[in-house]
Antibody
Framework: EAQLVESGGGLVQPGGSLKISCAAS????????MHWVRQASGKGLEWVGH??????????VYAASVKGRFTISRDDSKNTAYLQMNSLKNEDTAVYYC??????????WGRGTLVSVSS | DIQMTQSPSPLSASVGDRVTITCRAS??????LNWYQQKPGKAPELLIY???NLQSGVPSRFSGSGSGTDFTLTIRSLRPEDSATYYC?????????FGPGTKVDIK
């Protein structure tokens, strides 16, 4: 069964950094672009960014709210995608989900990992 | 960036009702429109992709329609387990923006 599992969330101070992971299993990881989506408590879904596959040069795109602070990467040998978050702000506090892109939709999601930014 | 709006929100309906949620894009997205269902404390789940294609395993009472800028999600006969928040998302061009969500409550 295909599955995505996020990990690495936690409490970090404003201005700090955190790297979260998304481990894939039961799927051919190299075939899919991977997206990150976040959700602040009681709020809606916010698209964060994505990383495409090797044939697409691992191209990345980011939302304006995180561009220049967040970096998405992937290690195909480990079937894992990453979200490196720097210069964190209080408003980055959210549950972060990774999701697989199939065609033009996100058909498989992880359960999310909570990132809290607070002093 | 493409802005997505949804209406109504929230929505309260009775079991067995036909429910329609509308999603509007700020510019044409052709048919690059997806619908997701999210229940409290859970990850979103894909319901409809490409405006009208039912995701495998999703009950047939869900359907989607529309193209260009205006789209609808219809639940043909509302069931208690359909109580959730529904989001549309455009996948035409990044950033792949979501609508604000429509919370559906069962009366």
């Amino acid at each position: 069964e295909a599955q995505l599992v996020e990990s690495g969330g936690g409490l970090v101070q404003p201005g700090g950094s955190l790297k979260i992971s998304c481990a894939a299993s039961g799927l051919t990881f190299t075939d899919f672009a991977m997206h990150w989506v976040r959700q602040a408590s009681g709020k809606g879904l916010e698209w964060v960014g994505h990383i495409r596959t090797k044939p697409n040069n691992y191209a990345t795109v980011y939302a304006a709210s995180v561009k220049g602070r967040f970096t998405i990467s992937r290690d195909d040998s480990k079937n894992t995608a990453y979200l490196q978050m720097n210069s964190l702000k209080n408003e980055d506090t959210a549950v972060y989900y990774c999701a697989r892109r199939r065609g033009n939709h996100l058909d498989l999601w992880g359960r999310g990992t909570l990132v809290s930014v607070s002093s | 960036d493409i802005q997505m709006t949804q209406s109504p929100s929230p929505l309260s309906a009775s079991v067995g009702d036909r429910v329609t949620i509308t999603c509007r894009a700020s510019q044409s997205i052709i048919s690059y429109l997806n619908w997701y269902q999210q229940k409290p404390g859970k990850a979103p789940e894909l319901l409809i992709y490409g405006a009208s294609n039912l995701q495998s395993g999703v009950p047939s009472r869900f359907s989607g329609s529309g193209s260009g800028t205006d789209f609808t999600l219809t639940i043909r006969s509302l069931r208690p387990e359909d109580s959730a928040t529904y989001y549309c998302q455009q996948s035409y061009t990044p950033p792949f923006t979501f609508g604000p969500g429509t919370k559906v409550d069962i009366k």
